[in-house]
């Protein structure tokens, strides 16, 4: 008998980031991103990207699998690197913890 298997229903979640205006990443500051301070005419924006542009999308896994995905999302230093070495070093239960942490916040502040 080979091991059972449940079968996997869940599906991706999409969060358009388009009008959240903090970091929804696992940090837990849910201030505004403040204005971006001025180098003489360059802007230098607190989130990144640093040009005030927007993440086309960038995507967690669930903890009963599936993907949270944010897009057009703008984010902290801190949580933007912190997602890129989880998934340069394939942390996937790293990821996971940080997708439950950023459900929460998003859940709590009603985005999603
Ligand atoms: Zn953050």
Redesign the pocket.
Known sequence: MGKMCLPKIAEDVVVSAENINF?P???N?TMPEPPPRMFGREAWHVFKPRDGGRYQSLHYPMPMGGRLILKNVR??Y??YKRHMEFEDEGCVDYLIRDCERLMDKLTKLGCI
């Open positions: 970091c990443g696992p940090c500051d984010m902290c801190s949580c």
